[in-house]
């Protein structure tokens, strides 16, 4: 990860940190197509598109008049269900393009990005032995973070503050090397809406609305891994902005999740 991207994402931590923290009162001044992520049965050991995939035209328009579909009006995407938890952290996702998507959401939307003591332990559950430095790199933001929004470096979240986490969007292609398996290394853009509530607040009038977030995860003993390898760390692209009405943010392969009730 460059400096770049170290720094935008520790100010989206901050930011996210202000909004929610300010929000609860606690203080007064952070391709894999769609069509490919179908039955997870029948796409098990298939390869995917290359990110330089063409979208045909009945990919990227609605039916009637070719008009542009849009991730609000296209079909959503059904998480896998996980079978397991390990240290706060959703796994047993299953190998294919769906699977590491469904990871990745869950993962993100379990993470507990401002208790660092909790997070190191989510982290070391879900991240590739090979990502070095990819765990105190996480842990290192979520304590600057803290600091610049006046809590100790180190420490859980604040008592009585619930923090709510939704992926709205998704957005993955697939990364491969020569050699390797087509499939089996994913990177996953994600849209998402934070929300902090206490008792006294039981709602959230000024949430985090239309973040982004993205992640390598690679398939490695079993399970879906994050990683931050450089050889495909530099492989990673960036995704058009995403908005339910685009039809620029379908075309680029953002398809908008469904979760389960």
Do not use: C
């Amino acid at each position: 990860m460059d400096t770049h991207d170290r720094r935008a994402r520790k100010a989206r931590l901050t930011l996210a940190g202000l909004a929610v923290l300010a929000a609860a009162g606690l203080v007064g001044g952070g391709v894999v197509a769609y069509s490919l992520l179908g039955d997870d049965g029948a796409e098990k050991g298939t390869a995917g598109p290359t990110a330089t995939a063409k979208h045909s035209p009945s990919a990227s328009a609605a039916g009637g008049g070719g008009t542009p579909t849009t991730p609000e009006k296209a079909a959503k995407l059904d998480l896998s269900v996980p079978t397991g938890l390990r240290d706060g952290v959703s796994t047993g996702f299953p190998h294919s393009p769906r699977g590491a998507v469904s990871a990745a959401v869950y993962f993100w939307e379990e993470y507990a990005w401002l208790d660092d003591q909790k997070a190191r332990q989510q982290l070391e559950a879900v991240t590739s032995p090979d990502a070095t430095g990819f765990i105190d790199q996480q842990i290192s933001e979520i304590r600057e973070g803290r600091e610049a929004i006046n809590l100790p470096s180190s420490g859980g979240t604040p008592a009585g503050l619930t923090i709510t986490t939704v992926v709205e969007a998704v957005r993955p292609k697939s990364i491969t090397l020569p050699g390797a398996i087509r499939g089996d290394v994913v990177h996953i853009w994600m849209n998402y809406d934070r929300y902090a509530t206490t008792p006294e607040k039981p709602t959230d009038d000024s949430p985090l609305k239309g973040e982004d977030i993205d992640f390598i995860l690679k398939w490695q003993n079993g399970q879906w891994r994050l990683t931050n390898e450089p050889k495909y760390w530099k492989k990673r692209s960036f995704a058009v902005s995403y908005f339910p009405d685009s039809p620029y943010a379908r075309k680029d392969g953002w398809i908008q999740v469904r979760h389960v009730d």
